[in-house]
């Protein structure tokens, strides 16, 4: 996500330095305003890119190092599978994610989500399919004081609307199961039919 925020128009280590502060000022918002206990979990180990490792935790752990709060936040080490991870997720009270399966895996759970959005797939799943494009902020666009003006205020309007936010994610998660128990089905009748015309 590092890599996305704050547009073009700073380099790239510009970009990292104020996309890990920003998370890290994040992490001490929500501890000063609602006494939260944050925990950080990586959600991919590692991939190459530009010839270099790019790792989750690395990215943790820097954010962890600008906190001020420390003492309020966890990071998940280890190696955990998606549905491991998954179960991490679904006992938090809220979720903020910059990883899209991440935020899939939160808003399916029915945990009520800010999706730290870098492209258009975050709106047509986290937005249109989960119904919850009020909670998207797109990290490409803004200057660093009006993305963390955009993110607490989206914090303050989720909690405040928490429990609707759940009921609406729960009908949403309950209407996209049933359409996707309906595609073996329809690729079975595809399958046939095309049989039939050879």
């Keep these: 996500m590092k890599r996305f925020s704050f547009g073009s128009s ?3 280590a510009d970009r990292e330095n104020k996309y890990i502060q920003l998370m890290a000022d994040i992490i001490d918002y929500l501890k000063d ?3 939260a206990d944050v925990c950080l979990i990586p959600h991919m180990y590692g991939r190459l890119l530009s010839n270099k490792i790019e790792n989750d935790r690395d990215v943790c752990e820097q954010i962890y190092s600008k906190v001020k709060n420390k003492q309020s936040v966890a990071i998940i080490h280890g190696e955990y599978m998606p549905d491991e991870l998954k179960g991490i997720i679904g006992i938090c009270d809220m979720f903020i994610g910059c990883r899209l399966h991440a935020t899939i895996a939160s808003t399916s759970l029915g945990i009520p989500t800010i999706a730290i959005a870098y492209g258009d797939k975050y709106y047509r799943i986290i937005g249109d399919t989960m119904g919850q494009e009020e909670y ?3 990290i490409t666009k803004s200057s660093y004081d009006e993305m963390s003006n955009e993110i607490k205020f989206k914090i303050n309007s ?5 429990d609707k936010v759940k009921e609406t994610l729960t009908e949403k998660t309950k209407i996209v199961k049933e359409i996707a128990i309906s595609y073996p089905k329809l690729v ?3 399958i046939e039919k095309s049989q ?3």
């Design 10 to 12: 700073i380099n790239n």
């Design 33 to 35: 305003t609602f006494d």
């Design 136 to 138: 998207i902020v797109d």
């Design 188 to 190: 079975k009748e595809l």
């Design 158 to 162: 989720l909690w405040r609307n928490r």
């Design 196 to 198: 039939r015309q050879v």
